[in-house]
């Protein structure tokens, strides 16, 4: 199929590769560079990178106005394909190819629409992720599914490592529903279920509560790494926790409750305590737990969360 395909983050490239191995990409639509780094450099999204090492031709575009609009609809393309643009495809365009859109959602519709469906999913503890194909429609993520698969995650994966696991599945996923479409095989149904929504986080989205259990504590510390980051504070000072995980066979403290053993700092919750590895206090760099709280001075009746 001749296809337009529009993405920007990392987890959409394994599916970009995936395509353009089997069909005629036409064009990639993604994000423009965006500054990164202390030193802000203009930098190509790996959307674009891929692109390039692809020899694909590559439209970078903000939002889908009416110049890409037109530069796409240009492309005569069969089928249009959206991982995480990050921007909407709104009419005419949504009509321009002859199939219209579909889209990679890192999430098992109707649950999690939104912009942040893996991070939302590990802080509510779900026991299933998953990927979802669907005919893109004006309503947000609502379009009838083409295929929803449950894939496997290590217990203790991160959003990151997460996404990683997920964008390999979903490429592979999104290949077979448009070699579906290609050949007419192709049948979509209607979402149901409860719908819950995945709005983008913000940075109090980090913050850990050590009232909840640690079932729920070390949930956020999942979802919400690498971004936007697990924190705490410590006599008002903000704290970033960078590695963590539950405490093996150690015994309770009360809630922010803090006590060092030889290679973590355990932080209590209203259950088990949290073993915290590696944290960047704010304005330094990354460092071991148990060297970062040792340096402090008047730790004694410290408690996370103050």
């Known amino acids: 199929m001749r296809l337009v395909f529009a993405g920007t983050p990392a987890a959409a490239v394994p599916t970009l590769r995936r395509l353009a191995s089997e069909h005629d990409v036409a064009a990639v639509v993604t994000r423009p560079d965006a500054p990164l780094g202390r030193k802000r450099v203009l930098t190509p999204s790996p959307v674009a990178l891929a692109a390039a090492e692809l020899g694909l031709p590559v439209i970078k575009a903000s939002r889908l106005d009416d110049d890409a609009t037109a530069r796409i609809a240009a492309l005569r393309a069969d089928l249009g394909v959206i991982v995480a ?41 779900d026991a299933e992720l998953g990927v979802s194909v669907f005919q893109l429609v004006p309503e947000l993520d609502a379009g009838d599914l083409f295929a929803t698969t449950t894939v496997a995650v290590a217990p203790d994966a991160t959003a990151d490592v997460a996404l990683d696991v997920l964008a390999v599945e979903g490429a592979a996923v ?60 410590f006599g008002g000072q903000r704290v970033k926790i960078l590695e963590a995980a539950p405490s093996a066979g150690a015994d309770a403290l009360a809630p922010g409750a803090i006590a060092q053993t030889k290679g973590e700092l355990l932080i209590g919750t209203s259950t088990s305590p949290l073993a915290v590895t590696r944290v960047q206090p704010a304005g330094k760099a990354a460092m071991s737990a148990v060297d970062w709280w040792r340096g402090l001075r008047g730790t004694e009746g410290l408690r996370a969360g103050s």
Do not use: M
């Not at 921007?87 to 889209?103: D, F």
């Not at 070699?179 to 192709?186: T, V």
């Not at 709005?199 to 690498?226: C, I, M, Q």
């Open 174 to 233: 999104t290949a077979d529903v448009v070699a579906a479409i290609d050949s007419g095989d192709a049948r979509a149904s209607a979402q149901s279920g409860e719908v819950t929504l995945a709005p983008k986080l913000t940075l109090d989205d980090g913050r850990l509560d050590w009232s909840e259990p640690l079932s729920a504590v070390y949930a956020r510390f999942r979802g919400v790494t690498p971004e936007p980051g697990a924190h705490t504070t």
């Open 85 to 125: 643009y990050g921007g909407l495809v709104r009419e005419p365009l949504l009509s321009t190819p002859r199939h219209g859109w579909i889209n990679l959602h890192f999430s098992l519709l109707p649950q999690w629409r939104g912009a942040a469906p893996v991070q939302r999913a590990l802080i509510a503890g």
